[in-house]
């Protein structure tokens, strides 16, 4: 049986290989429209995401995630 992995952890894998993501990386990607509730759920399974609003050059806004690295959680 052929498992295709959830958007959760095609998520996690892409954050582990170094990337970070927006909600539009996301939906083009792994097609998830709620990037948000994947990094809420992957923060409570004790992932340390960190978050940085970053303005794009329409002027809005936007959250992008990045894995913390060790030196960062000590």
């Given at each position: 049986?052929?498992?295709?992995?959830?958007?959760?952890?095609?998520?996690?894998?892409?954050?582990?290989?170094?990337?970070?993501?927006?909600?539009?990386?996301a939906?083009?990607?792994?097609?998830?429209?709620?990037?948000?509730?994947?990094?809420h759920?992957?923060?409570?399974?004790g992932?340390?995401?960190?978050?940085?609003?970053?303005?794009?050059?329409?002027?809005?806004?936007?959250?992008?995630?990045?894995?913390?690295?060790?030196?960062?959680?000590?």
């Amino acid at each position: 049986m052929n498992r295709r992995k959830s958007q959760r952890m095609q998520i996690l894998d892409y954050l582990q290989e170094g990337n970070a993501i927006t909600a539009i990386d996301a939906l083009s990607i792994f097609g998830a429209f709620r990037l948000a509730t994947r990094i809420h759920e992957l923060r409570q399974l004790g992932h340390k995401i960190k978050t940085e609003l970053v303005t794009v050059p329409s002027g809005a806004t936007i959250a992008r995630y990045t894995l913390e690295s060790d030196d960062e959680v000590a």
